[in-house]
């Protein structure tokens, strides 16, 4: 196994975890009221195009030379670690709310 497939499965893994962390505070906010449920609908979205936004790298890493790689991949793992904060974030408010 090359060092890119392992980094691929962990980030394709990243990205599987953050879908289900989406998925969970989506329905932890459905049975919010209504006035945490505005709140939290922005926290959503953003957390939505985090996702996005790394599997668009996801992608592109895919297909970058050899050269590129590492920069793309640090890249990539620094997005990651932006939408776990984001999503740390978005819960704690989530408790406090």
Do not use: H
Not at 4 to 20: P, S
Request: charged share 40%; hydrophobic share 45%.
């Amino acid at each position: 196994m090359q060092p890119e497939d392992d980094l691929f499965a962990r980030l394709k893994a990243a990205l599987k975890r953050l879908d289900a962390e989406i998925d969970a505070l989506a329905a932890k906010a459905r049975q919010a009221g209504d006035e945490a449920r505005s709140r939290y609908a922005d926290d959503l979205e953003r957390l939505k195009r985090r996702r996005v936004e790394l599997e668009v790298r996801l992608d592109a890493l895919r297909w970058a030379s050899e050269a590129a790689f590492s920069s793309l991949a640090r890249g990539l793992e620094d997005g990651a670690g932006l939408a776990r904060k984001a999503f740390r974030d978005a819960s704690a408010r989530f408790r406090q709310g």
